[in-house]
């Protein structure tokens, strides 16, 4: 069974930067798709990054140029550096790890508070 082990969230003022990690145990699969989705009070939950076990990432428009998401192979992590980080970024993050051929894995969440 994959276990995802999130941590790094925090409050941070605006223009600030917070980093998040997500560790994933239980699976050996090489072949996946690991991203980073949030979700605000009161609205559905949207992707904000994702990258492949080919390093192929994707970013939301929202966060494009602030945030980068990069990934340690051998751990079976996935790292979100926030940078720039807005009001608006404010959200409960989940970490998600897609392996090929086998069920997706949510992470617990962590929030994010940006306020000043």
């Known amino acids: 069974q994959v276990q995802l082990v999130e941590s790094g969230g925090g409050l941070v003022q605006p223009g600030g930067s917070l980093r998040l990690s997500c560790a994933a145990s239980?699976?050996?699969?090489?072949?996946?798709?690991m991203g980073w989705y949030r979700q605000a009070p009161g609205k559905p939950r949207e992707l904000v990054a994702t990258?492949?076990?080919?390093?192929?990432?994707n970013y939301a428009d929202s966060v494009k140029g602030r945030f980068t998401i990069s990934r340690d192979a051998a751990k079976i992590t996935v790292y979100l550096q926030m940078n720039s980080l807005k009001l608006e970024d404010t959200a409960v993050y989940y970490c998600?790890?897609?392996?090929?051929?086998?069920?997706?894995?949510w992470g617990q969440g962590t929030q994010v508070t940006v306020s000043s």
């Open positions: 990258i492949t076990s080919a390093d192929i990432t």
């Open positions: 998600k790890y897609s392996p090929r051929g086998w069920g997706v894995s």
């Open positions: 239980g699976s050996s699969s090489r072949f996946y798709v």
